[in-house]
């Protein structure tokens, strides 16, 4: 199916749009958050019935890789074949992360990113200043994220193993998975897009997305994501497609649309090949999420481990 691009200035003039500036009060820090309610949480927690826990995330990535050219570092301070000079019993180690780029699992706070020097709310970018981010930072989800989860796998109605770098998804193909899934994206949802990237790097091995690409969303899917008023939205990429295929300013302009406009989060980079197993041969695409950010005070990101909940 032909499916016609937005140019650039229909990006630029959809923004508004999509905008949830003010929906909450001018002093708003949690964004779409706010659309997860306590009687969200209880009615996800109603679709627990077996127990089963599945986690989404990557293992932290300490080894150099084409798409992971800064891997987190882990250094052991006692190990035990050493012992140690005061005579201490045990282990301890030391990992430094840098959670954002195309490895580490982690949530994007929405001072992450920025349009026209301004971000969420219109609070002003100058507000994350080398002590941190001091509106919007990642702390602000520091109770978790908790709510339904619903999982839309696109290389299962495209009958396909994985999409290939660079390969865009379309609202057509969120609505042929909630059709395939028996589920349909509401307010307060967390939606969850599997790509197959994990199956395909698996088999293949890492890329430089830089010069390969990811497959993802075409930012031609923003209103649709915003009039279902999702929570947040995650993953086995980085949500957007790469390249955009548009220029500088709108490198990821799906990271636009729900950081800055919508105020929903992104997780991004998780692992969704065991989940997608287990929703396929159940039948369940819904499930209770959890995830719960380091409090990093003033963070633009957090590593995460989130947890669907069968």
């Known amino acids: 199916m032909a499916r016609k691009r937005m140019t650039e200035s229909e990006i630029v003039e959809m923004f508004p749009r999509i905008s949830n500036w003010g929906r909450w009060g001018k002093d708003d820090q949690r964004g779409a958050l706010n659309f997860i309610t306590d009687a969200h949480r209880t009615a996800a927690a109603r679709l627990v019935r077996t127990g089963e826990s599945i986690s989404l995330s990557r293992p932290i990535a300490t080894e150099p890789a084409p798409d992971n050219p800064r891997p987190s570092t882990h250094l052991m301070i006692r190990a035990g074949h050493l012992g140690h000079p005061l005579g201490l019993q045990g282990s301890a180690d030391y990992f430094s992360i840098a959670a954002h780029g195309f490895s580490e699992t982690h949530l994007d706070a929405l001072c992450h990113y ?92 890492g890329w430089n997305v830089f010069t390969e690409g990811l497959p993802g969303l075409d930012v031609s899917c923003m209103p649709w994501i915003f009039e279902r008023r999702i929570a947040m939205l995650g993953s086995d990429a980085v949500s957007d497609v790469m390249p955009s295929g548009y220029g500088h300013g709108l490198d ?55 947890i669907a909940l069968f």
Not at 167 to 184: P, S
Not at 269 to 293: I, V
Request: hydrophobic residues 40%; glycine residues 8%; charged residues 25%.
């Open 252 to 306: 990821l302009p799906v990271h636009t649309s729900t950081l800055v406009w919508m105020g929903v989060y992104l997780l991004d980079n998780a692992d969704f090949e065991t989940l997608a197993a287990h929703c396929a041969r159940t039948g369940r695409y819904e499930f209770m999420f959890m995830l719960a950010p380091l409090v990093l005070m003033h963070g633009t990101a957090s590593p995460s481990n989130p």
């Open 114 to 205: 920025f349009w026209d020097n301004r971000m969420y709310n219109g609070f002003p970018a100058a507000e994350v200043n080398f002590q941190g981010a001091q509106r919007c930072g990642v702390e602000v989800a520091r109770s978790g994220i908790i709510g339904r989860g619903i999982l839309l796998d696109i290389p299962k109605i495209r009958s396909v193993e994985w999409l290939e770098p660079g390969e865009a998804i379309f609202t057509d193909d969120l609505e042929a998975a909630e059709r395939d899934h028996k589920v349909r994206a509401a307010e307060g949802d967390i939606v969850l897009i599997r790509t197959g990237r994990t199956k395909r790097r698996a088999s293949k091995g």
